[in-house]
């Protein structure tokens, strides 16, 4: 059967606006005008009136973690309770008050952020946390990922003491007497990840339908995904089998592309020799490149920098592999026919994988590799070159923005800070960008995502930095949808809305290449329609 889409203004993402479309079996086989839509009408065709909705193709996550996503959605959601220690001290408690918990069963939340408290400027302690309950073990972790923090419970059952040896790649803080504050950086956090029950095979396809059912109301059909070490208990098979038990069921409904997070070269060969590697899969479910997690973040200082913090003169951050490690892995990777994506902040850490990446594309050349730099933040203009003359995919995080603008010139100095977050260099140096959220790191809202790259300000208007590598409407667009397939090497299947492609695509009550900037966070998704199938429409 043959669906007829007509009256609207569909931003076909490569070839301009159009004002039709016609879908069968899950692909466009025409788009044009209403009029020749409308000759493809059959008795039985299905026509759809658009009324003058804006209609682009679904938008691309190239960089999240889906099943993270899933399991925070069930946490306590302290980013909404983070304005001070205090709020987020009560946010907990409330939690708590609301569930019916088995003795040591462990409380987590997720989201808050030291640099929003406006009673103290520090992190949390296994104090604070100790105020909100010493009988349950808490574990609560920063918005960004690369710390947590948990409450003296939760350190008894880990086991973790004054005589606890720190660990390579990470770090936990401890106070003038070796006692451990609670507070865990970047490897570390396994110290306590360690304790915590894994879910059981049904709870985890669940975090996953219900991580890609929020995403679909984002407006998002296809994400790339960082899930293997989420629980560090749960091996990468399980997780694989997760994806494809919902695929088979048909109740997957965004499709992905997994970056394989291995830590180790013993796991990557094992998962070689299991016949995994980039590529292999389904439309819906395909594994992607080995990812590897270089250093943590800028807001926990944990970014690794060539040069000392401006304002934490003591630390460069962390770096969680040493160049001899990424030697071994991406030469591995590579060699095996793999795509590598590696989590780089700092510019320290891209200097040494661009170092690694480059002498294993000497060794072992290969035009299409499209290995990447995950978050890209931190650029000098010799990285800005090296990625040029590399041709490396760089996955960049405009919604970041929203937050950094805030601290980037304190942490770094006006100086360094001038070629960061340099979307539209990337684009002049002919430099491939795909454009993601880090979720939940944020909220997967690709129009907040879109706002910031364009306008170069917080969502509520603090700004502009470095106006001049504004993207335009278009240019964010494409970023969260032909340049996302590009990352996965599917641009000829999905991406745009093209004859042969997959008819995933999203319909908005607004066009927003054609309405002030700052109101494209208020656009809404109207729904989400993935291989022609609707899987969200927004009730009113």
Same mark, same amino acid.
């Given at each position: 059967?043959?669906?007829?889409y ?6 076909? #993402? ?16 025409y ?7 409308l ?6 065709s ?8 804006f ?8 960089h999240?973690?889906?099943?993270g ?14 304005t001070?220690?205090?709020d ?5 408690? =409330?939690f708590?008050?609301?569930?019916d918990?088995?003795?040591? =069963?462990?409380i +987590? ?5 030291h ?8 992190f949390?302690t296994?104090y ?5 309950s010493?009988?349950h ?11 947590? #923090?948990?409450?003296s419970?939760?350190?008894e ?6 005589g606890t040896?720190?660990?390579e ?6 106070? =003038?007497n ?6 865990f950086?970047e490897?570390?956090l ?7 029950? +894994?879910?059981?095979?049904?709870s ?12 679909? +109301?984002?407006?998002i059909? +296809?994400?790339?995904?960082d899930d293997?070490?989420v ?12 994806y494809?038990?919902?695929?088979n ?9 997994e970056?394989?997070?291995l ?8 998962f070689i ?6 590529g292999?899969?389904?439309? $819906? ?6 990812k590897l997690? @270089?250093d943590?973040?800028l ?10 913090y ?17 030697? =071994? ?7 095996? @026919?793999m795509?590598?994506?590696?989590h780089a ?6 200097a040494?994988?661009v170092?690694?990446?480059?002498k294993s594309?000497e060794?072992?050349?290969r ?14 203009k ?9 041709k490396?995919?760089?996955y960049?995080?405009?919604i970041?923005?929203?937050y ?11 100086e360094?800070?001038?070629?960061? $977050? ?10 491939t ?12 809202? #690709?129009l907040?995502?879109?706002q ?5 300000r917080t969502?509520?208007g ?5 106006k001049?590598q504004?993207?335009?409407?278009e ?6 949808t ?7 090497f ?5 991406g745009?809305?093209d004859?042969g ?15 002030d ?5 208020n #656009? ?11 899987? $969200?429409?927004?009730?009113?």
């Amino acid at each position: 059967m043959k669906s007829l889409y007509y009256n609207g203004e569909v931003f076909t #993402v490569k070839n301009g606006i159009k004002e039709a479309f016609v879908i069968e079996d899950k692909k466009f086989i025409y788009v044009g005008s209403n009029e020749e839509a409308l000759l493809y009408k059959e008795d039985d065709s299905e026509l759809i009136d658009l009324d003058g909705k804006f209609v682009t193709a679904g938008f691309n996550d190239s960089h999240m973690h889906v099943l993270g996503y899933g399991y925070s959605l069930n946490m306590a959601k302290l980013g909404e309770k983070t304005t001070s220690l205090e709020d987020m001290k009560n946010a907990l408690i =409330e939690f708590i008050d609301s569930r019916d918990l088995r003795e040591n =069963e462990w409380i +987590s939340g997720r989201g808050w952020n030291h640099d929003y408290f406006t009673d103290v400027n520090r992190f949390p302690t296994r104090y604070d946390l100790d105020e909100v309950s010493t009988k349950h073990p808490i574990c609560i972790i920063r918005a960004c990922g690369h710390v947590c #923090v948990v409450n003296s419970k939760a350190l008894e059952l880990a086991g973790i003491n004054k005589g606890t040896p720190q660990c390579e790649g990470g770090a936990f803080d401890i106070d =003038e007497n070796q006692e451990p504050l609670g507070i865990f950086r970047e490897n570390a956090l396994g110290l306590i990840y360690d304790n915590i029950p +894994s879910p059981d095979k049904d709870s985890l396809k669940n975090m996953i339908y219900e991580a890609c059912k929020s995403l679909n +109301s984002y407006g998002i059909t +296809s994400a790339q995904t960082d899930d293997f070490i989420v629980f560090p208990n749960l091996n990468y098979q399980s997780i694989i089998d997760a994806y494809e038990e919902l695929e088979n069921e048909g109740n997957l409904t965004v499709k992905i592309y997994e970056q394989a997070q291995l830590t180790d070269k013993n796991e990557l060969e094992e998962f070689i020799k299991k016949g995994y590697k980039t590529g292999i899969g389904s439309d $819906y479910f395909k594994i992607g490149p080995l990812k590897l997690l @270089g250093d943590g973040s800028l807001g926990a200082r944990t970014a690794y920098l060539s040069e000392p913090y401006s304002d934490d003169d003591s630390t460069c951050g962390i770096a969680i592999y040493n160049q001899e490690q990424f030697d =071994e892995m991406i030469e591995y990777a590579h060699k095996e @026919g793999m795509q590598v994506a590696i989590h780089a902040i700092g510019d320290k850490i891209m200097a040494m994988i661009v170092k690694s990446i480059k002498k294993s594309l000497e060794k072992y050349p290969r035009e299409n590799h499209r290995h990447g730099i995950v978050h890209c933040q931190i650029t000098t203009k010799d990285l800005l070159d090296k990625f040029r003359e590399l041709k490396l995919h760089g996955y960049i995080q405009s919604i970041f923005l929203d937050y950094d603008i805030n601290i980037i010139e304190e942490r770094i100095g006006k100086e360094r800070a001038k070629s960061t $977050y340099n979307f539209k260099t990337f684009l002049d140096n002919e430099t491939t960008i795909s454009n993601g959220s880090d979720c939940p790191v944020e909220l997967p809202n #690709v129009l907040n995502g879109i706002q910031c790259a364009v306008t170069r300000r917080t969502l509520d208007g603090k700004g502009p930095f470095l106006k001049d590598q504004s993207l335009s409407v278009e240019e964010a667009i494409v970023s969260f949808t032909t340049m996302g397939a590009y990352a996965s090497f599917e641009e000829d299947i999905k991406g745009s809305i093209d004859c042969g492609k997959a008819s995933d695509f999203v319909i908005l009550d607004k066009n927003i290449l054609n309405i002030d900037e700052t109101e494209i966070k208020n #656009v809404n998704i109207l729904s989400t329609y993935l291989d022609g199938k609707c899987v $969200y429409s927004r009730q009113i």
